[in-house]
């Protein structure tokens, strides 16, 4: 009960305060996201599943339960945790900002909607809370309103996580109305007496929401756009916790979804998809942040795959170390960001000398990104990779994970290693480091966590295979100037890749579409009322007629 | 049989009302379709409501049309319609036929036994909150009426005679 | 209910709701959609009437009809005084004249 209430009241709290007592609204904020995490951490070992709270909201609603059971407060411990951390660093990142009990308060929400997703153990109330984190996420996006570019990246990102919310909505209601409750658990223990369209309609439809959420292809042009946001808000919300939501969602109902004609076919194919775009978008980006942004779709995509392939365990695994170490590239990135005021790697480099923290700490995430031993990048990917699966698909994902190397490579080196300098940077200020190396410490060390589970990766063969794609990357960075030859044939691939591969071009024509749909349907409005109410007799006695078609239950 | 042709008689009187191009025609046709209907009803075994229709309907309802329309400058009106009559036809079949469907589909359903509530009881205390409210109802449909045909009492300032003013009067007058 | 009577008085209650239906569409003046309203109104006592009868509870089903004779009432007066209303402000009843709220 704490642990889902908490949140709540710490952003009516913050946002009560206000902004004219800053030093006790950024301690409360910090206050509240500790508490949550801790309360987290503290219910980990009593994982039950059975619910705990229930709340019963009338015939029509069902219960509004919670049910924590370890999937869930595990994911709960990392949106608290992580989120903790990043309010941690935005005591320093957005000092000066106005507005920022909004910020705080809004930060807080959103770890509220995300623990309250991952703890819900009713449809509906899971739908309530994917929408509010939907919500929040452009909220933050758009924290300046100012900037006509974050407004635009947020409506996108609303608009597509929305299409995501539509195949939620579609899920949940027909396995409502097909299974008579709408309780999560009876989805899972019941799932087979779903008739096949039915399953259908449910699967696919949470795999749309899932892709979306977790910005995946098609759905994936928000997430570079959502870089706009502040980047503690980056971290939080677009590596660690809200893009996980839609993983989380695959998750807990793969077993019964599985059984949806082609439906693991088709995780695999989003996530392969997905992974190999991300790399190659990562490897041309010129954008600091946008890096990260492709960097977490490919991650996800590898994760889509592992649950795709039936690896439960290890897809937590890794969603574990990818929030870790994600959340500390992120806010290394914003470390650096806000020392040198720019987020082009054009004129970035040569950092190591000036921030050795944040070069030490976004080391070891790069490394534990591209997967190097003995960080927990590597015990998970490989993890994963180990997994039987389909050839062709481990294939593709070797090569992703080649590509995940290669660009880690080149984005460690040109913000940090080059030899150009920026004219002006500081290492990272205190509140941020309090951030900063915890995380850098966890990438070392959460793998522990899983050992019993993990210990086979080491002797496992597919490890080999996997450590060499990782080599095989970076050596390709390492001798580029020797491959140029190479990289010249492939310039069409790099054309395409700045062009986004054509997606946006394509929402532009979707939405140009929409638009010109709309004005013209606005003939229909005549503004008659007598007109009107005919209409809405008529609209009644068509529901009627349906109800009495469909038969009176 | 008596009750199938007061309702026809009803049905038609309706028709004639919509479809007669006078305001002061419709306005008794409307009358009319009321008395009939409160005949049927009260040859449906609900006494009461028929009263009410009555004198609702074709008391009330009818001399405040007729007032209204001799206020409003009525008499015979004629114009075009606003719909051709060959659209409007099937366009009100429309919901007509689909809620025919479903009433057809939920006669089904099984018919309770017949319950022995008096009419009195059910209009006044197991439905007396109702009761209330349509009091309420009335009331505020008075009042409405008063500020709509009289306006808003700041509309029509009350004259205040007193003797500045008609010493103001002089002086401007001189 | 002898079943032919339920099925006359349900052919009324739609004959009249169509007839409504009808009169909201065609009609122009707003006298004249306040006599089509009227009807509409009309129907659905006739039909609350019935509905009491045919499920047995004929109590219940008269009292609903007196509220929404009243209601229906009250919705005659005051649209007629807004009707006097609109015809003293913009000197015409035409359902035109009001059509403002266009898309």
Same mark, same amino acid.
């Given at each position: 009960?704490?642990?889902?209430?908490?949140?709540?009241?710490?952003?009516?709290?913050?946002?009560?305060?206000?902004?004219?007592?800053?030093?006790?609204?950024?301690?409360?904020?910090?206050?509240?996201?500790?508490?949550?995490?801790?309360?987290?951490?503290?219910?980990? =070992?009593?994982?039950?599943?059975?619910?705990?709270?229930?709340?019963?909201?009338?015939?029509?609603?069902?219960?509004?339960?919670?049910? =924590?059971?370890?999937?869930?407060?595990?994911?709960?411990?990392?949106?608290?945790?992580?989120?903790?951390?990043?309010?941690?660093?935005? %005591?320093?990142?957005?000092?000066?900002?106005?507005?920022?009990?909004?910020?705080?308060?809004?930060?807080?929400? !959103?770890?509220?909607?995300?623990?309250?997703?991952?703890?819900?153990?009713?449809?509906?109330?899971?739908?309530?809370?994917?929408?509010?984190?939907?919500?929040?996420?452009?909220?933050?996006?758009?924290?300046?309103?100012?900037?006509?570019?974050?407004?635009?990246?947020?409506?996108?990102?609303?608009?597509?996580?929305?299409?995501?919310?539509?195949?939620?909505?579609?899920?949940?209601?027909?396995?409502?109305?097909?299974?008579?409750?709408?309780?999560?658990?009876?989805?899972?223990?019941?799932?087979?007496?779903?008739?096949?369209?039915?399953?259908?309609?449910?699967?696919?439809?949470?795999?749309?929401?899932?892709?979306?959420?977790?910005?995946?292809?098609?759905?994936?042009?928000?997430?570079?756009?959502?870089?706009?946001? =502040?980047?503690?808000?980056?971290?939080?919300?677009?590596?660690?916790?809200?893009?996980?939501?839609?993983?989380?969602?695959?998750?807990?109902?793969?077993?019964?979804?599985?059984?949806?004609?082609?439906?693991?076919?088709?995780?695999? %194919?989003?996530?392969?998809?997905?992974?190999?775009?991300?790399?190659?978008?990562?490897?041309?980006?010129?954008?600091?942040?946008?890096?990260?942004?492709?960097?977490?779709?490919?991650?996800?995509?590898?994760? !889509?795959?592992?649950?795709?392939?039936?690896?439960?365990?290890?897809?937590?695994?890794?969603?574990?170390?990818?929030?870790?170490?994600?959340?500390?590239?992120?806010?290394?990135?914003?470390?650096?960001?806000?020392?040198?005021?720019?987020?082009?790697?054009?004129?970035?480099?040569?950092?190591?000398?000036?921030?050795?923290?944040?070069?030490?700490?976004?080391?070891?995430?790069?490394?534990?990104?591209?997967?190097?031993?003995?960080?927990?990048?590597?015990?998970?990917?490989?993890?994963?990779?180990?997994?039987?699966?389909?050839?062709?698909?481990?294939?593709?994902?070797?090569?992703?994970?080649?590509?995940?190397? %290669?660009?880690?490579?080149?984005?460690?080196?040109?913000?940090?290693?080059?030899?150009?300098?920026?004219?002006?940077?500081?290492?990272?200020?205190?509140?941020?480091?309090?951030?900063?190396?915890?995380?850098?410490?966890?990438?070392?060390?959460?793998?522990?966590?899983?050992?019993?589970?993990?210990?086979?990766?080491?002797?496992?063969?597919?490890?080999?295979?996997?450590?060499?794609?990782?080599?095989?990357?970076?050596?390709?960075?390492?001798?580029?100037?020797?491959?140029?030859?190479?990289?010249?044939?492939?310039?069409?691939?790099?054309?395409?890749?700045?062009?986004?591969?054509?997606? =946006?071009?394509?929402?532009?024509?979707?939405?140009?579409?929409?638009?010109?749909?709309?004005?013209?349907?606005?003939?229909?409005?005549?503004?008659?009322?007598?007109?009107?109410?005919?209409?809405? !007799?008529?609209?009644?006695?068509?529901?009627?007629?349906?109800?009495?078609?469909?038969?009176?239950? | 049989?008596?009750?199938?042709?007061?309702?026809?008689?009803?049905?038609?009187?309706?028709?004639?009302?919509?479809?007669?191009?006078?305001?002061?025609?419709?306005?008794?046709?409307?009358?009319?379709?009321?008395?009939?209907?409160?005949?049927?009803?009260?040859?449906?075994?609900?006494?009461?409501?028929?009263?009410?229709?009555?004198?609702?309907?074709?008391?009330?309802?009818?001399?405040?049309?007729?007032?209204?329309?001799?206020?409003?400058?009525?008499?015979?009106?004629?114009?075009?319609?606003?719909?051709?009559?060959?659209?409007?036809?099937?366009?009100?079949?429309?919901?007509?036929?689909?809620?025919?469907?479903?009433?057809?589909?939920?006669?089904?359903?099984?018919?309770?036994?017949?319950?022995?509530?008096?009419?009195?009881?059910?209009?006044?205390?197991?439905?007396?909150?109702?009761?209330?409210?349509?009091?309420?109802?009335?009331?505020?449909?008075?009042?409405?009426?008063?500020?709509?045909?009289?306006?808003?009492?700041?509309?029509?300032?009350?004259?205040?005679?007193?003797?500045?003013?008609?010493?103001?009067?002089?002086?401007?007058?001189? | 209910?002898?079943?032919?009577?339920?099925?006359?008085?349900?052919?009324?209650?739609?004959?009249?709701?169509?007839?409504?239906?009808?009169?909201?569409?065609?009609?122009?003046?707003?006298?004249?959609?306040?006599?089509?309203?009227?009807?509409?109104?009309?129907?659905?006592?006739?039909?609350?009437?019935?509905?009491?009868?045919?499920?047995?509870?004929?109590?219940?089903?008269?009292?609903?009809?007196?509220?929404?004779?009243?209601?229906?009432?009250?919705?005659?007066?005051?649209?007629?005084?807004?009707?006097?209303?609109?015809?003293?402000?913009?000197?015409?009843?035409?359902?035109?004249?009001?059509?403002?709220?266009?898309?």
């Amino acid at each position: 009960m704490c642990l889902v209430g908490l949140p709540w009241i710490g952003a009516a709290t913050v946002w009560w305060v206000g902004d004219t007592h800053p030093r006790s609204r950024n301690a409360l904020a910090v206050a509240f996201s500790s508490a949550t995490a801790l309360v987290s951490v503290a219910l980990l =070992p009593r994982a039950t599943s059975s619910p705990i709270l229930k709340f019963s909201v009338g015939g029509a609603f069902g219960d509004f339960t919670f049910v =924590p059971d370890e999937l869930a407060l595990w994911m709960s411990t990392i949106a608290s945790t992580i989120g903790t951390l990043a309010v941690i660093f935005s %005591l320093d990142y957005m000092r000066g900002e106005s507005g920022l009990a909004r910020y705080y308060a809004l930060l807080l929400v !959103f770890m509220a909607a995300m623990v309250g997703l991952v703890l819900s153990g009713s449809l509906l109330l899971l739908l309530v809370f994917w929408e509010i984190v939907g919500l929040c996420s452009c909220l933050l996006i758009a924290f300046h309103p100012d900037q006509p570019l974050a407004v635009s990246g947020a409506i996108r990102a609303l608009i597509q996580t929305q299409i995501g919310g539509i195949g939620l909505l579609a899920g949940v209601l027909v396995a409502r109305t097909s299974l008579g409750s709408d309780q999560a658990s009876a989805l899972v223990l019941n799932g087979s007496a779903l008739s096949a369209p039915a399953l259908t309609i449910v699967a696919y439809g949470f795999l749309v929401a899932a892709c979306a959420k977790s910005a995946q292809v098609p759905f994936h042009t928000w997430l570079p756009g959502a870089m706009e946001a =502040p980047t503690p808000v980056s971290a939080l919300i677009h590596a660690a916790t809200m893009v996980n939501a839609g993983v989380y969602l695959l998750l807990r109902f793969s077993p019964v979804l599985s059984a949806a004609a082609g439906w693991s076919q088709m995780v695999i %194919l989003v996530g392969l998809a997905s992974s190999l775009l991300g790399g190659v978008m990562a490897l041309v980006s010129a954008d600091l942040k946008r890096v990260l942004a492709y960097s977490t779709i490919s991650q996800l995509g590898l994760l !889509f795959y592992a649950v795709g392939i039936n690896a439960p365990f290890a897809a937590q695994f890794h969603m574990l170390s990818h929030a870790i170490f994600k959340g500390l590239l992120f806010l290394c990135a914003g470390a650096v960001i806000h020392a040198t005021g720019t987020r082009e790697l054009d004129r970035l480099g040569g950092l190591a000398r000036r921030m050795p923290i944040v070069t030490a700490t976004f080391v070891v995430g790069a490394l534990a990104l591209a997967g190097v031993p003995f960080l927990n990048g590597f015990w998970s990917k490989e993890l994963i990779l180990d997994q039987p699966g389909p050839e062709w698909a481990r294939l593709t994902m070797l090569i992703a994970s080649a590509l995940t190397a %290669l660009y880690a490579a080149r984005v460690t080196w040109l913000v940090f290693f080059r030899t150009d300098a920026t004219a002006r940077a500081h290492d990272a200020p205190v509140a941020m480091r309090v951030a900063l190396i915890p995380l850098a410490v966890a990438t070392a060390l959460s793998w522990m966590v899983g050992w019993s589970e993990i210990a086979e990766v080491l002797t496992s063969p597919a490890t080999l295979v996997g450590l060499s794609a990782t080599l095989a990357g970076g050596a390709v960075w390492y001798w580029r100037d020797r491959l140029a030859v190479v990289t010249g044939r492939l310039a069409w691939l790099r054309a395409a890749a700045l062009a986004d591969f054509g997606f =946006p071009r394509l929402e532009q024509l979707l939405t140009t579409f929409a638009i010109g749909a709309a004005a013209r349907l606005q003939a229909t409005q005549t503004g008659r009322l007598s007109w009107n109410l005919a209409a809405m !007799f008529t609209g009644l006695s068509l529901t009627l007629a349906v109800l009495a078609y469909g038969g009176l239950r | 049989m008596l009750t199938t042709l007061a309702l026809i008689a009803c049905i038609l009187a309706a028709a004639g009302a919509v479809r007669i191009p006078g305001l002061l025609g419709s306005g008794i046709l409307l009358a009319a379709t009321s008395a009939l209907l409160a005949l049927a009803l009260y040859l449906l075994d609900a006494p009461v409501v028929a009263i009410v229709e009555l004198s609702v309907g074709a008391g009330l309802v009818a001399v405040l049309f007729t007032f209204s329309v001799v206020g409003a400058g009525g008499g015979a009106y004629r114009a075009r319609p606003a719909l051709p009559r060959w659209i409007a036809v099937p366009v009100a079949a429309v919901p007509i036929l689909l809620l025919a469907f479903a009433l057809a589909r939920t006669r089904e359903l099984a018919h309770p036994a017949l319950s022995t509530l008096g009419f009195v009881e059910a209009m006044w205390s197991q439905r007396g909150l109702d009761a209330l409210g349509q009091v309420v109802l009335l009331l505020v449909g008075a009042i409405s009426v008063k500020v709509l045909v009289g306006g808003l009492p700041r509309e029509n300032p009350v004259e205040v005679r007193d003797s500045t003013t008609s010493e103001l009067h002089d002086e401007v007058a001189a | 209910m002898s079943p032919s009577l339920e099925l006359v008085a349900t052919g009324a209650v739609l004959a009249l709701l169509g007839i409504g239906l009808y009169a909201l569409l065609v009609v122009r003046n707003l006298i004249k959609l306040l006599v089509g309203l009227q009807i509409l109104a009309k129907a659905a006592i006739l039909s609350l009437v019935l509905a009491g009868n045919v499920s047995g509870q004929p109590a219940i089903g008269q009292s609903l009809a007196i509220t929404v004779v009243v209601a229906d009432t009250v919705v005659a007066i005051v649209g007629l005084s807004l009707a006097i209303q609109v015809r003293r402000r913009t000197g015409t009843l035409d359902m035109r004249a009001l059509a403002r709220l266009r898309g």
